[in-house]
């Protein structure tokens, strides 16, 4: 693993926290269903983002990265 500064992967692990604090907001409130889809498709960004960064090819690269831009779409829909 390289020592420099990798800012998407920094960017979404920050959208990731910020996601989780929000979600927890959402559950005081009892939007548990709202919640629960908008913690998974918004912490998958970053999930998908530095699963891409050990891809086997450029091809895998691009394909991990267009799954992290339709999870990145269906948080900003919810």
Do not use: W
Not at 10 to 36: C, G, H, P, V, Y
Not at 46 to 69: L, R, T
């Amino acid at each position: 693993m390289s020592d420099r500064p990798n800012l998407i992967v920094d960017l979404t692990f920050e959208f990731s926290l910020q996601i989780i604090r929000f979600t927890e907001k959402l559950e005081t409130q009892r939007k548990f269903n709202m919640a629960n889809q908008l913690f998974r498709s918004g912490t998958s960004i970053g999930a998908n983002i530095c699963e891409a960064q050990g891809a086997q090819s450029k091809d895998d690269f691009k394909h991990k990265c267009k799954i992290a831009y339709k999870e990145a779409e269906e948080t900003r829909y919810c």
